[in-house]
């Protein structure tokens, strides 16, 4: 039997596991890898930095990163699944190329599954499942696979990560139980609400339908952003400055182990010292003010619309919230103790687990790849650009909405495709993938570091949220109907069905309206999410 591994690719950590007959089993990776443990409450987990650091004629990846100190580095790479999933801009200068967040997050993983193909000896078929945000938009998926691709991996599944930890947290799922899965990691809030089917309808093994789900762009690294304009401004100081900007990476580091110390701790302190003039920035503080930090910054308010919006589409399914029968919490940011104290608010102490944070995901991977399988349905909104003829302005028709079961058991659109010009040949339509930004934050930040490796907090007005959120699906092949022969401006020539397959593929089905002929059926044009 092939290896079926679970990668959980994380902003923060990154944790494999292996799939052990019976569930999944987190995996050590020596040199890259360390056990983490941010609470003392908790049993250490075998994890990998989200680390790379570039030397001229190398690199140091994870754990390597840490044991040479070199975190605050301005040639380490931190972060890099959040700036990949936001299509941000931010590079590293190395000597004198830029290396952006994809470059180097495909250098991480290259690194650590090439390591792990050497540790345990995989075989070619060996199986992989990848871990996606349950708001992860098509460039980040294709990012994703194409990196893992590289690696020597042929046999791979994608899985929304709340569905991941849902199977991975290690207690007993039961026929018609509901669970919530609350994931609070690095980079991104998901939230996902799940139903545990019959055991007779199972394919293999156990399986899960996913109710309601719904995410945000919210993370510990925001908060480590928050912390770190707070420090600024008690000792009135700007970003700006030269002395800030000379150690404003080591601050950054500071700010984050502030917000792991105050987790389990009353207060915590940093203290960072210019390593030229001496000159030393201090801070200290107390649980009670983090929280208002938080509360001052939305936090709360995110996360509780963030579970209202899973809520209303599990309820408008049938299932409202008091059949929830558990609260799975996972990522690392779920350690912060108000964050659980808002959860458990909601649905009360009894219901809320916290045993699994840091390693559920991965080990649910492993666990679907071995044929545990979820029901699911379509994430985002997906729609045909046509240009108005009034106006001159593109405009969106959407032909798949948010919330559609797949597979479909009829088309979820028809459309008549006419030619745009006389003696057109080739017609296609082209796809998009639309995001909601109504749910994003009305005041939204980015850290960034500048060329020289200075952070910067940066605002994201709602028009880069809206074209960040805006993938042009079929880009590079949008025609994909040949008109023999060429058609006059104007002619219906084909009309097109549009469905979903088992595999959340788009497929359609055209019939040539001048010849009735069936030249397409359920042709695979861009797989969904």
Partial sequence: MS??????????????????????????????????????????????????????????????????????????????????????????????RAISAAEAGRDFLLAVLTALRVERNLASDAQLACCTPVEAFEHYEN???????????????????????????????????VYMVFDFGGGTLDV???????????????????????????????????????????????????H????????????????????????ATLSVMHPRTGEVLEAEFTRAEFEALLDEHGAYTQIHRTIQRALTD??????????????????????????????????GRERVYLQRPLDAVARGAAAF???????????????????????????????????????????????????????QTRMGIDIFELGDVSHSPAAAIELVFDPAGAARVLPVDHEQLRERRLFWMNEHAPTFLTAEPPAQRGEPCF??????????????????LRTMRLVLENHPVVRLE
Avoid at 152 to 165: M, T
């Fill in 244 to 267: 800030i900007r000379a150690i404003s990476r080591l601050l950054l580091t500071e700010c984050e182990r502030v917000k792991e110390q105050l987790s389990f701790r009353e207060r």
């Fill in 143 to 177: 990012w994703l696979l194409e990196t893992v691709q590289a690696a020597g991996f042929e046999r791979i599944r994608l899985i929304d990560e709340p569905s991941a930890a849902a199977l991975g947290y290690g207690i007993t799922l039961h026929p018609n139980d």
């Fill in 314 to 347: 599990a309820y408008e399914r049938g299932y409202p919230e008091t059949s929830i029968r558990a609260v799975l919490m996972v990522g690392g940011s779920s350690l912060i103790p108000s964050v659980q104290q808002t959860v458990q608010r909601l649905f």
């Fill in 3 to 96: 290896t079926l591994v679970g990668l959980d690719f994380g902003t923060s950590n990154t944790v494999i596991a292996l799939w052990n007959g019976f569930e999944g089993e987190t995996l050590y990776l020596p040199d890259y890898g360390r056990f983490y443990a941010p609470d003392p409450n908790f049993t250490a987990t075998p994890s990998i930095p989200s680390l790379i650091h570039y030397e001229p004629n190398r690199q140091w990846i994870g754990n390597q990163v840490l044991q040479r100190n070199l975190y605050e580095s301005p040639r380490t790479f931190r972060w890099m699944k959040r700036y990949i999933a936001q299509r941000s801009p931010r590079t590293l200068q190395v000597e004198g």
């Fill in 369 to 423: 790849i071995a044929g545990v399988d979820f029901y699911d349905y379509i994430q985002h909104d997906y729609a045909i650009r046509h240009r108005n003829m009034h106006t001159g302005e593109y405009e969106y028709l959407t032909i798949v909405p948010r919330g559609t079961p797949y597979p479909t058991r009829e088309p979820v659109r028809r459309l008549v495709i006419k030619a745009t010009h006389t003696g």
């Fill in 192 to 242: 996902a609400i799940l139903l545990v089917e019959e055991a007779h309808t199972a394919a293999q093994g156990q399986r899960c339908r996913v109710l309601g789900k719904a995410g945000t762009e919210l993370g510990g690294a925001t908060i480590d952003g928050w912390l770190y304009q707070a420090v600024l401004q008690r000792n009135q100081r700007s970003e700006h400055d030269e």
């Fill in 495 to 512: 009309e097109v069905a549009f469905s979903v397959d088992a595999n959340k593929r788009l497929v359609i089905t055209a019939r040539d």
